[in-house]
Nanobody, 140 residues
Framework: AQLMESGGGLVQAGGSLRLSCAAF????????LGWFRQAPGKEREGVAC????????YYADSVKGRFTISGDSGAHTLYLEMSSLKPDDTATYYC??????????????????????????????????WGRGTQVTVSS
């Protein structure tokens, strides 16, 4: 899988942005997909993830109701619609794709049986291919 993010930029608090990820070689039916972000000095965190095959979607508490993940399987493109942006949303945003192989599937079912922080995004993180990221800066 080769991933390329776009759509980042500078926006005022309360504004909106739409990130895109061109996912070359990714079949949306056989991959878990997601958006992660990393702010300076902080760990990379899962923001929004989905698994089309499992019909499962995860959002971090900090973005619920403000961010929406979606995908166009025909165009091999993943999106992240972000609204009501806050300065705390400032970070480099990364697209991730993980093939739904045996390890992924085992971890998915384990995460389903015992939900933990990060949920589906943690399953994807461990097996993910990554893009190079796109910077989002929210000014106050």
């Amino acid at each position: 899988a080769q991933l390329m993010e776009s759509g980042g930029g500078l926006v005022q608090a309360g504004g909106s942005l739409r990130l895109s990820c061109a996912a070359f070689g990714v079949d949306f039916d056989t991959y878990g997909l997601g958006w992660f972000r990393q702010a300076p000095g902080k760990e990379r965190e899962g923001v929004a993830c989905f698994d089309k095959h499992a019909d499962s979607t995860y959002y971090a508490d900090s973005v619920k109701g403000r961010f929406t993940i979606s995908g166009d399987s025909g165009a091999h493109t993943l999106y992240l619609e972000m609204s009501s942006l806050k300065p705390d949303d400032t970070a480099t945003y990364y697209c991730a794709a993980a093939f739904r192989g045996p390890i992924y599937t085992a971890r998915y079912f384990a995460a389903t049986a015992a939900p933990s922080k990060g949920g589906l995004c943690e399953v994807i993180r461990d097996q993910a291919s990554w893009g190079r990221g796109t910077q989002v800066t929210v000014s106050s």
